[in-house]
């Protein structure tokens, strides 16, 4: 539909349906629950269903559970609101790789009665040992050439609990001089005494990644299994399985170049290891790249899957600049958020020659460029409020805004010239005497006099009190994670969050609901914070700075 290229699974997929090789595609997505989902898993949920959708096909949502130590059911609970979230729908196709657990089982046996696994007893060191490296042969296990008789006694033993941890295992046998390492002789089951959140106690063996993955695939009539490029070498394990066990489907791997973003650290582990030490409030802190903490942010499902199809999918790896995230956001914004006034750093202007007591309303554009978004009535008085920036004692002459003996404009209101500046004792600048031009209501004099600059304002007695929060990025190096020898967690942004706990908005963003967003103009976007706001204290978070501001 969009003109742009088929990326090359696309092409695959194209190819396999014009062929007939497959009448239908089914696709899935299969996070582990171990943590929450972040912007990398959002490629992969794009990819995945959204060539589902594209296809009139379907995608399921599987859970990867077989490592019980480390998932939980809040973890796939969030998975399932965030992919929602973001857009997608996965209907009766849930599926946990925990319901494969006898099937996955039975193979096991299966290929044990093959010949093809067999029960080792080399202990997690030596198994590394034994595997040699890539330009060294491995070397067979001791135990590699038992019976197939003693096998299937030992697994028997193992399921039933006899051994401890870490004392065997199931491994494939296949070949241990293969140029690719996956096929020395991978694991393929390990003693795990541990509660698993859906099957409790029933198992204290469980089975590996490399092949619960393929035969879940299998089970499910997945035809294509698109994972990222550090699998590469595990398609041969991934075929091997189901090539030995000739299964009746045999779904096919794909790999694709992995999301990379700078400045910030996209690993659930490292993720989790922020939220643990408490360097953030939680896996939804706005300064996080989950799928959470971007909804908090106020992020729109929409401009994530817009930045997903920008960067595309490819067989290479590469980073995205932070900056094409925030551009997918504010394309987004630009069109679609209500412009309103808030001020974030407030300085009060009396206007001497104002009516006391006295209130009117002046008319202001939801979107100057947007008709269609309406208008709306701002409370105008007295006293009001202006961003402090906008305001300076010794202005340079291209400073087109208040300095004593300077016009400007409030937007939509009128044009003030600033008689005034009271301090306090510690001289700093505490108000602003000002008068304003009664014949100027919206903005233009009669005599046509220019006036360059133009502010925005909040009346003072009618201002919504909020607190504010800006949002720098996490990390102040661009690959947090690169360097071997420090820690991510040393590259820290000790400035990522300013809490502005004074600002003044226009009082009509009291209604405000989280599901809005708005541009404060001049400042960037923003949106109610759906953690730290009540009723009488609401919170707002910056989503995104603007681009340019039309004041200059
Ligand atoms: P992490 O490395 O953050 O722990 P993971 O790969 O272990 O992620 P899974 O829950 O196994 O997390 O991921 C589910 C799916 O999302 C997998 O198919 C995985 O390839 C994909 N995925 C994870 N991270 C990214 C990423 N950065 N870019 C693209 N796809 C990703
Ligand atoms: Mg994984
Ligand atoms: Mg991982």
Request: proline share 4%; charged share 25%.
């Given at each position: 539909t969009s003109g742009k290229p088929l990326d090359f699974i696309r092409q695959i997929i194209a190819e396999d349906l014009a062929s007939g090789k497959h009448r239908t595609i089914v696709t899935r997505f299969p996070p582990e629950p171990n943590g929450f989902l972040h912007i990398g898993h959002a490629k992969s949920i794009c990819l995945n269903f959204g060539v589902a959708v594209e296809n009139n096909a379907t995608c399921h949502l599987r859970f990867d559970d077989t490592n019980p130590d480390k998932e939980s059911t809040e973890y796939v609970e969030s998975i399932q609101r965030d992919v929602r979230w973001?857009?997608?729908?996965?209907?009766?196709?849930?599926?946990?790789?925990?319901?494969?657990?006898?099937?996955?089982?039975?193979?096991?046996?299966?290929?044990?009665?093959?010949?093809?696994?067999?029960?080792?007893?080399?202990?997690?060191?030596?198994?590394?040992?034994?595997?040699?490296?890539?330009?060294?042969?491995g070397k067979e296990s001791p135990y590699r050439n038992r019976s197939v008789a003693e096998n299937l006694d030992l697994f028997a033993r193992m399921r039933a609990g006899e051994f401890d941890e870490g004392t065997c295992v199931l491994r494939?046998?296949?070949?241990?001089?293969?140029?690719?390492?996956?096929?020395?002789?991978?694991?393929?089951y390990r003693i795990l005494k541990s509660h698993h959140h859906r099957t409790g106690d029933k198992w204290c063996i469980y089975p590996m990644y490399d092949f619960t993955h393929c035969l879940s695939d299998m089970l499910e009539g997945i035809t294509h299994s698109l994972c990222t490029l550090e699998f590469e070498n595990n398609r041969a394990l991934y075929d091997w399985v189901l090539d030995t066990l000739q299964t009746p489907n045999h779904p096919r791997q794909i790999e694709f170049a992995r999301l990379n973003i700078n400045y910030t650290v996209t690993s659930k582990r490292k993720l989790l290891q922020l939220v643990t030490e408490g360097h953030v409030s939680g896996w939804d802190d706005p300064r996080m790249l989950t799928i959470s903490g971007l909804r908090r942010r106020g992020y729109t499902p929409a401009?994530?899957?817009?930045?997903?199809?920008?960067?595309?999918?490819?067989?290479?790896?590469?980073?995205?600049?932070?900056?094409?995230?925030?551009?997918?956001?504010?394309?987004?914004?630009?069109?679609?958020?209500?412009?309103?006034?808030?001020?974030?750093?407030?300085?009060?202007?009396?206007l001497t020659n104002y009516p006391e007591g006295e209130t009117e309303e002046v008319v202001a554009q939801n979107h100057p460029q947007n008709p269609a978004m309406g208008e709306r009535r701002v409370p105008f008085s007295r006293e009001i409020y202006i961003e402090r920036s906008d305001f300076m004692e010794d202005a340079p002459k291209k400073f087109f805004r208040l300095s004593v003996g300077r016009e400007v404009r409030l937007r939509y209101a009128y044009l003030i010239t600033c008689q005034e500046v009271i301090k306090n004792e510690r001289g700093e600048v505490?108000?602003?005497?000002?008068?304003?031009?009664?014949?100027?209501?919206?903005?233009?004099?009669?005599?046509?006099?220019?006036?360059?600059?133009?502010?925005?304002?909040?009346?003072?007695?009618?201002?919504?009190?909020?607190?504010?929060?800006?949002y720098d990025r996490l990390f102040t190096a661009e690959y947090p994670d690169a360097d071997k020898e420090r820690n991510f967690k040393e590259f820290l942004n000790p400035h990522s969050l300013t809490l502005l706990s004074e600002c003044m908005l226009e009082p009509g963003l009291a209604q405000a609901t989280i599901e809005d967003r708005f541009q404060f103009e001049r400042q960037g976007y923003f949106c109610l914070d759906n953690g730290a706001s009540r009723p009488d204290r609401p919170v707002f978070n910056r989503i995104v700075t603007l681009r340019d501001s039309w004041a200059k």
């Open positions: 973001l857009g997608f729908d996965w209907g009766e196709h849930r599926y946990y790789a925990s319901d494969y657990f006898d099937q996955l089982h039975d193979f096991a046996v299966q290929l044990i009665g093959m010949g093809k696994a067999y029960v080792c007893h080399l202990s997690s060191d030596e198994i590394r040992a034994y595997r040699g490296t890539l330009t060294e042969p494939a046998k296949i070949d241990m001089a293969s140029p690719n390492i996956v096929m020395r002789d991978p694991v393929l401009s994530i899957r817009n930045f997903c199809a920008t960067i595309g999918i490819g067989k290479r790896e590469s980073w995205i600049d932070m900056g094409v995230l925030e551009n997918a956001v504010r394309d987004d914004l630009n069109e679609h958020a209500r412009r309103v006034f808030g001020v974030l750093d407030p300085l009060k202007i009396v505490v108000e602003l005497r000002c008068t304003y031009d009664p014949d100027s209501r919206g903005g233009t004099a009669p005599d046509g006099r220019k006036v360059k600059g133009t502010i925005h304002w909040v009346s003072a007695p009618h201002a919504l009190r909020a607190e504010v929060r800006l």
